[in-house]
């Protein structure tokens, strides 16, 4: 049964849809069946894949909406053990119409019950809000990551999205688990940067992860060429910082062993 980890932050630019993708794919190139499943109507986690939104006929709205089972929709990408379950615009309207249906915040947690022992992952990318699909995804999900990026404004938003989180699970799931908080956009050469880290350290301790992920120029490139950054440069910063972060949640999970993790200058 695979696990279902959502990235969410209602606070945008933090890096949630860049840590979907390439966590994603790290999970996949160290071979274990990953599914990327974009539940952002700007579909960015479809298009930085290799997929143009406009060209999706069927996605995540289809599944949700009109009941299509989504082993219809997902499709492979170029990326082996990685597939996509993708996203287009249309999904803006399912928010609309979840209102009216029973259950509404567990439609997506039933549809990814029918493919979940497909996986050993299911990585779903969350929009900038906490609307009714952030609530079904994080109620769906078994745990959920948190991408907060080094600046100034780091922590805003951040207790809202903690008090979401567990009115979801005193309601709705139970089961959810905060897989960790993940820092992101680094540039050690900032004092800020090094005081946000301490800052975020201090107050969330053991729920945050040891890796870090640096500003890097090629997880910025990477989309426009509709690949994961491993694919775009393996040896990159970003590349490494995904790769390990994979690694630490596969330890976390107890599915590899500890090991150092990479660094790379």
Do not use: W
Not at 25 to 51: H, I, R, W
Not at 77 to 103: K, Q
Not at 152 to 179: D, S
């Amino acid at each position: 049964m695979g696990k279902i980890i959502a990235i969410a932050n209602q606070k945008g630019g933090v890096g949630k849809t860049t840590t979907a993708i390439n966590l994603a794919a790290s999970l996949a190139v160290l071979e274990y069946k990953t599914l990327l499943v974009d539940a952002d109507p700007q579909a960015n986690s479809t298009s930085g894949v290799g997929f143009n939104p406009k060209n999706i006929r069927i996605g995540l709205y289809e599944c949700l909406v009109q009941e299509i089972h989504p082993q219809d929709v997902i499709i492979s990408t170029s990326t082996p053990y990685l597939d996509l379950l993708p996203s287009n615009i249309d999904l803006v309207g399912a928010e609309i119409e979840l209102l009216n249906m029973p259950n509404r915040e567990r439609i997506m947690q039933g549809m990814l019950k029918t493919i979940q022992n497909q996986y050993d992952f299911i990585i779903i990318d969350c929009s900038p809000s906490l609307g009714l699909i952030t609530t079904n995804a994080l109620t769906g999900a078994n745990s959920v990551i948190i991408p907060v990026q080094c600046e100034y404004f780091a922590l805003e938003g951040l207790g809202k999205l903690l008090n979401t989180i567990k009115i979801i699970q005193n309601h709705l799931n139970k089961q959810l688990e905060i897989e960790g908080i993940l820092l992101t956009m680094y540039d050690g050469r900032l004092r800020l940067c090094n005081q946000v880290v301490e800052d975020v350290k201090t107050h969330f301790q053991d729920i945050v992860f040891d890796c870090i992920i640096q500003r890097n120029t090629k997880l910025g490139e990477a989309p426009s060429y509709g690949i994961p950054v491993i694919q775009h440069d393996a040896e990159s910063k970003g590349s490494v910082g995904y790769l390990n972060l994979a690694k630490e949640i596969l330890q976390k999970n107890g599915l590899i062993e500890h090991t150092e993790t990479e660094e790379h200058a």
